[in-house]
């Protein structure tokens, strides 16, 4: 097992709200770190895609009654939608005997119907918490290229060898869209899912060109949509908005996508191992998204993420607007002696951020010109957590 370090956050959540829903990718780790935190305390742990399980919720009023004293841990909980208008009912009985917080723990592998389901039944009952992949704060400094290749599923980053870490990875993509994605998406062909996918692998951190992929898949607009929204939801595929707060500059409006974890990334390319992937075009994209979702996953709660690009050319990779309104910029370069361009300065211009930085691959924190300092990503993802630390402490 590996350390997680929202397990503090978690905690935090679960002693300030009756309910808390920890979502997910499956196999990123959400169980693991749900009886992490049970063994803390009494709880009782229930697995909704176990069918013995299910059936202790046969009464789930009366069940659920009978264990108000602890942590009802519900893993898989979108499967059963029907609870959700129960866990009101059953959270405001309990607040009116004073047993107000840390009820319930729901885990949940697609954020859809899960977040719209507890949305509408328990407002102002729950909170959300997302669990990725292993990020660069979970690893060793010089594990960070290993984390880059593999990805941070658990159990791809551990693997004993390169060959066994893909193989984990082929079949976690196999088991998606054979297993799961049909039991949110039944009619969506899986073959022409996967070939959708794999599109994204190969345009990763580019500006989403839906009329291209349509074409290339034989379907049309509406249909890309659907694909893209469903591997968005499953918390798959990041999609990330361009910046539109600018009035009188010619913005440009289409998002860039993302496969969310490098290494399944690269696993719809076919890239084994570190040798192939820095031989392959899609290196320094692949490096852009990698540190992309490292700082969104490590930033503060409530941080807004953009990126930038006027008509003219002027571009940030990164726009963070952290709480209380400050923007930090990051351009992501994969040479060891990172340089940016005119279009970035001029970006800064118009943006006017309180830090701007540039990510590379290096060790070394130095000053490029007065204003953009150069810096390795745990280091800055640990900049951008301390502030998290301070809101949550």
């Known amino acids: 097992m590996i350390g997680r370090d929202l397990i503090d956050r978690l905690q935090y959540l679960l002693k300030h709200s009756p309910a808390v829903v920890l979502l997910g990718p499956r196999q990123v780790g959400k169980t693991t770190l749900a009886l992490e935190v049970g063994d803390l305390r009494s709880s009782i742990y229930l697995d909704l895609e ?81 669990l990725g992949p292993r990020h660069p704060l979970e690893t060793a400094p010089a594990e960070l290229d290993p ?23 082929r079949n976690f993509i196999r088991t998606y869209l054979e297993r799961d994605i049909p039991q949110f998406a039944p009619r969506m062909p899986a073959e022409t899912l996967r070939r959708f996918w ?16 349509a074409a290339s898949l034989g379907v049309d607009g509406k249909t890309v949509a659907g694909y893209l929204d469903l591997l968005v939801d499953l918390l798959l595929v990041r999609r990330l908005p361009a910046w539109h707060r600018n009035e009188g500059k010619r913005l440009v409006k289409s998002p860039k996508t993302y496969v969310r974890d ?16 820095l031989g392959h075009p899609v290196a320094g994209s692949s490096w852009e998204g990698f540190v992309i979702e490292s700082l969104i996953t490590t930033a503060p709660p409530g941080t807004d993420a953009f990126y930038y690009r006027t008509s003219n050319g ?13 923007l930090w910029v990051v351009e992501v370069k994969r040479s ?29 924190r130095y000053m490029m010109d007065g204003t953009t300092e150069a810096i390795g990503l745990a280091q800055l993802a640990r900049q951008l957590r301390t502030g998290r630390a301070a809101k949550t402490a």
Request: charged fraction near 25%; aromatic fraction near 6%.
């Open 50 to 130: 176990d069918e013995s399980d299910r059936a202790k919720l046969a009464q789930p009023t009366a069940y659920l009654a009978s264990h108000e004293d602890k942590l009802v841990i519900l893993d898989e909980v979108h499967r059963t939608p029907e609870l959700f208008q129960l866990l009101r009912g059953i959270i405001d009985k309990g607040r009116r005997r004073g047993k107000a917080n840390g009820r319930f723990l729901l885990l949940g592998s697609a954020s859809m119907d899960l977040l719209r389901q507890s949305g509408e039944s328990l407002a102002g009952r729950i909170a959300y918490l997302e």
């Open 147 to 169: 984390l880059w290749v593999r990805g941070g599923f658990p159990q791809s980053y551990l693997a004993d060898t390169d060959e066994l870490s893909f193989e984990w990875r």
């Open 198 to 213: 794999t599109m994204l692998a190969h345009n990763q951190a580019q500006m989403l060109n839906a009329a291209s992929l």
């Open 262 to 277: 490098s290494g399944v990334a690269h696993a719809l390319l076919g890239i084994r191992d570190r040798e192939d992937l």
């Open 314 to 326: 002027a571009e940030i990779d990164l726009v963070l607007v952290l709480p209380g309104g400050k």
């Open 336 to 364: 060891p002696a990172p340089k940016v361009s005119r279009g970035f300065h001029s970006a800064c211009e118009d943006l006017k951020p309180a830090k701007r930085f540039v990510v590379y691959p290096g060790e070394d």
